[in-house]
C-alpha cells in the first residue's frame, strides 16, 4: 500500500510539473495594447515570433474582449482564426468581459515555425437592421491587451531547433571585454543592431566581463579568444586557427526551477528568456585578423540568417554587393516598407495600414508624393463610396469611387506634414443604396496594389544647419567613421550600439563605419567622413569643430531668446547625456557629437543616443540634453545668438559679480542709509547746540 501511494505521488508531482510548466507572455509584453475593432464587420491581425523551444500541442491562447454595450449579443458573432483557419465561432454572450481559451499545436504556425498569427474577425449587431447599422460608432469590440499565451517548455529535447540564424531572438544582453578595444566595440555595435533589428526591443542590455549580473543567461559575448573569461572559454569546443573568426553558439539543457510554476512575464526580456537558459553566442577569433572577419560576418545577414549549425568558422568575410534596393532610394513600393496584399470586402471602413521613415529615403525629403493605385467593384448609380488616405491619424484627402472600379489617386505631403516615422493608412469607405442593401451586403470589395503604389521622395530638405530631425539619413551619403575618446571607450559600448543601430533601421542597412580612436584622427577625416563621435569633455578634437553650435568643453547656459530668461544650465552633478548636430567642413559631411558629464557616464551616453532618435519635434533642434531619468531637452542654437553663455569663460571679479551683485548692492545701500543717518543725526545736533 505504502509502495501505490508513494507511486501516486510522484505521478502526481511529475503530472503537476507539467501542467505547470507555463509562462503566460501578455498581448502588451508583445506590443499589443487594447485593439478595437469597428464596425459591422472588422478583423484584426496579431502576429507572434515563438521560440522554438516551445511546445505548441501544449500551449494555449486566452483571449479577453469587451464589446460594446449597444450590440444584440445574441445576434452578434466572433470568429478566432489561427493561420488563416477558423478555429472558433460563436455568439457573444452577455458578460461585459468575455473569455476564450483555444488550445494551440504546430500546424498553426507559419511555413518558417518563427511565428503564430492570430485573427480575430466580427460580425456585429444593434439594430437587426443592417442597413441602419451601417455606419453606426457603438458598433465595436475591444480585444484586450491582458490577453495573453500559455506557453510550455517542450519536454523534448528540441535544442536542435536552435541554432546560430535564430539565436539572437532570445538574446538580452551583450559582454564585452572590461577594457574594450576598438573591435570590441564594433563587435557590441553589430550584434547589438542584429538583435534589436530582430525584435526592435527597448530594454537590450550591454555589461563589461566583471559587471554581468548573475539573472542573465541568455546573451552574446564578444572578445577574441585571448580575451574570453577562462570558465567560458571551456563551452567552446571548437578551436580557431590563426587568422579564423567563429562564431559558436553553447546551449545547455539546465533550466531554472522558477519555470516549473506559472508565471506572468512583464517585459520583452522576460518574454525572450522565459525557455532558454545558460545560453551563450560567442563573437570572437583566434587574433585580431580573425575576429575581425567574424565582426564583419555579423553584419551580414545573407550569412547570418544562412547559418543553421551550432558554429561557424570564419575564413573570409565581406559586406560588399549586399545592397538589394535602388542606390538612391528616392521612389519606395508599399512592398519595399513591408506592404501585404490584403483582399478587402463588405460594408463600412475597411482599411490597410502601411509605415515608413525619413531614413528609408536616401535624403530627409522636403515633400512626399503618396500614390495609391487598385481596383474595387465598380459602383451603382445610388451607391456611396470614398477612398480616405490619412497619415499619422490625420485625413489628408478624399476621393470619390465611381463605376471604372480602378484606383490611381496621389497626394503630395510636405515637410511639416510628414514626420520621422509615419503611419499611413488607406480606407475604402462603401455604403450601398438604401434600397439593395440587404441583397449587397459583400458586394464590395477593394485592394492596394503594394507593387505599383509607392512613395517618392522630393526636394531634398536642405537647411544651413543640420537637425535631429535629419538624423540619421544626413549619414547616408558617402563613408563615416566612429569616433572614440581611448578614455571614454569603456563607457561608450550601448552608445555605439545604439547608433550602430539608427544608422542601419532602414531599408538599406549598408552603414558600415570605420572606428577610430579620437587621438588617431587627421585633418582630412573630419572633411571627408560623416562623423559620430563619443568624446570625452576634454578631448582636443572638441577644438577642431568650429562650426559646433556649443562648446561642450565649457560649462554653458542657454537662455530664451524672446525673453532672456535662463532655460538651462549644465551642471556636473547630474549624469547627463550631450548630443549636438551640424555640418562639417567637407562637402556637406554630417558630424554627430556626443558627450557626457557625471558619474554614470555609460548611462548619459545611451541617453543621448536614444533621445536623439525619437519622434520628437527636431525640425529646428540641433541640441539635445538628456539625463538618466528620461528627461529630454532640445534646443535650436545658432552661434550669431546671444542665447548662450560660457560661465567659465569669465573672469572671478565677473563670475563674483554675477554671484552675488544683488548682496552686494543691498550692502550699499545699507551704507547710505546709515551714512545719512548719520549725517542727519550730526546736523540735528548743531541745530540743537544753535537752538540754546
Not at 410 to 425: E, F, G, I
Amino acid at each position: 500500500m505504502n509502495k501505490f501511494l508513494t507511486l501516486l505521488l510522484l505521478l502526481t508531482t511529475l503530472f503537476a510539473k507539467v501542467t505547470l510548466a507555463q509562462t503566460n507572455i501578455s498581448f502588451k509584453t508583445y506590443g499589443h495594447d487594447d485593439e478595437v475593432i469597428y464596425g459591422m464587420s472588422g478583423v484584426s491581425s496579431f502576429y507572434f515570433r515563438m521560440d522554438p523551444l516551445v511546445d505548441m500541442n501544449r500551449s494555449k491562447l486566452v483571449l479577453y474582449f469587451e464589446p460594446s454595450q449597444a450590440l444584440i449579443k445574441n445576434l452578434s458573432y466572433i470568429n478566432i482564426l489561427l493561420a488563416d483557419k477558423p478555429v472558433f465561432s460563436g455568439r457573444m454572450t452577455q458578460d461585459s468581459i468575455q473569455r476564450l481559451v483555444i488550445p494551440l499545436n504546430s500546424s498553426y504556425l507559419t511555413d518558417n515555425k518563427q511565428f503564430l498569427k492570430v485573427q480575430v474577425k466580427t460580425l456585429l449587431t444593434i439594430t437587426d437592421n443592417k442597413c441602419k447599422d451601417l455606419d453606426n460608432p457603438a458598433m465595436w469590440i475591444k480585444v484586450k491587451g491582458y490577453s495573453f499565451l500559455s506557453l510550455v517548455k517542450s519536454s523534448k529535447n528540441v535544442y536542435n531547433d536552435v541554432n546560430i540564424s535564430n539565436s539572437f531572438e532570445s538574446k538580452t544582453a551583450i559582454v564585452y571585454p572590461t577594457n574594450p578595444s576598438l573591435n570590441d566595440l564594433k563587435a557590441v555595435a553589430w550584434a547589438y543592431n542584429k538583435i534589436k533589428r530582430s525584435l526592435a526591443v527597448s530594454d537590450l542590455h550591454v555589461y563589461s566581463y566583471d559587471k554581468v549580473p548573475d539573472t542573465i543567461r541568455n546573451y552574446v559575448m564578444v572578445g577574441t579568444m585571448d580575451q574570453l573569461p577562462a570558465d567560458k572559454k571551456s563551452l567552446i569546443t571548437v578551436t580557431p586557427q590563426g587568422g579564423q573568426g567563429l562564431m559558436y553558439l553553447y546551449k545547455s539543457n539546465v533550466t531554472d526551477s522558477s519555470a516549473y510554476r506559472p508565471r506572468f512575464v512583464s517585459s520583452i526580456s522576460a518574454a525572450r528568456q522565459a525557455f532558454s537558459s545558460n545560453e551563450i553566442l560567442f563573437i570572437t577569433g583566434a587574433d585580431d585578423d580573425g575576429y575581425n572577419k567574424a565582426i564583419t560576418a555579423l553584419g551580414n545577414y545573407n550569412i547570418l540568417n544562412s547559418s543553421f549549425g551550432n558554429y561557424l568558422v570564419v575564413n573570409t568575410a565581406s559586406n560588399d554587393n549586399i545592397k538589394n534596393l535602388n542606390q538612391q532610394r528616392t521612389k519606395l513600393t508599399f512592398r519595399d516598407v513591408g506592404g501585404v496584399s490584403n483582399f478587402m470586402s463588405g460594408i463600412g471602413s475597411l482599411r490597410s495600414t502601411y509605415t515608413f521613415k525619413n531614413s528609408d529615403f536616401s535624403f530627409t525629403p522636403k515633400e512626399v508624393e503618396i500614390r495609391f493605385i487598385g481596383t474595387y467593384s465598380g459602383m451603382s448609380p445610388a451607391d456611396r463610396g470614398y477612398f480616405n488616405i490619412y497619415l499619422n491619424g490625420m485625413l489628408i484627402n478624399s476621393q470619390k469611387l465611381n463605376e471604372t472600379g480602378k484606383l490611381n489617386t496621389s497626394v503630395v505631403v510636405n515637410r511639416y506634414q510628414h514626420r520621422k516615422y509615419n503611419s499611413l493608412t488607406a480606407e475604402f469607405r462603401f455604403y450601398p443604396s438604401t434600397g439593395n442593401c440587404m441583397n449587397s451586403f459583400l458586394n464590395f470589395f477593394g485592394e492596394i496594389d503594394v507593387d505599383k503604389s509607392y512613395l517618392e521622395s522630393r526636394n531634398p530638405f536642405v537647411n544651413n544647419t543640420l537637425s535631429f530631425y535629419q538624423y540619421p539619413e544626413a549619414f547616408n551619403e558617402g563613408p563615416s567613421q566612429i569616433v572614440i575618446s581611448k578614455n571614454y571607450a569603456k563607457y561608450a559600448a550601448g552608445a555605439v550600439g545604439e547608433v550602430i543601430y539608427e544608422l542601419n533601421n532602414n531599408l538599406n542597412s549598408n552603414n558600415f563605419p570605420d572606428f577610430k580612436y579620437s587621438d588617431e584622427v587627421q585633418d582630412g577625416d573630419l572633411k571627408k567622413y560623416n562623423i559620430v563621435a563619443l568624446l570625452a569633455k576634454d578631448d582636443p578634437l572638441m577644438d577642431k569643430f568650429p562650426d559646433a553650435p556649443i562648446k561642450f568643453n565649457h560649462a554653458f547656459r542657454l537662455y530664451n531668446n524672446e525673453d532672456n530668461k535662463l532655460v538651462y544650465a549644465l551642471s556636473d552633478s547630474v549624469s547627463n547625456g550631450l548630443a549636438q548636430i551640424f555640418y562639417g567642413r567637407g562637402s556637406n559631411n554630417a558630424i554627430l557629437v556626443l558627450t557626457a558629464t557625471g558619474q554614470n557616464l555609460d548611462g548619459a551616453f545611451l541617453s543621448a543616443s536614444k533621445a536623439i532618435t525619437e519622434q520628437l519635434s527636431t525640425l529646428n533642434s540641433n541640441v539635445c540634453v538628456a539625463d538618466l531619468n528620461d528627461n529630454k531637452y532640445l534646443f535650436n542654437v545658432d552661434k550669431a545668438t546671444d542665447n548662450i553663455e560660457y560661465t567659465d569663460a569669465k573672469s572671478g571679479l565677473a563670475r563674483f559679480w554675477e554671484s552675488y551683485n544683488l548682496y552686494v548692492l543691498l550692502g550699499i545701500l545699507v551704507l547710505i542709509l546709515l551714512a545719512f543717518l548719520y549725517v542727519r543725526s550730526k546736523v540735528q545736533r548743531s541745530q540743537d547746540i544753535i537752538g540754546e
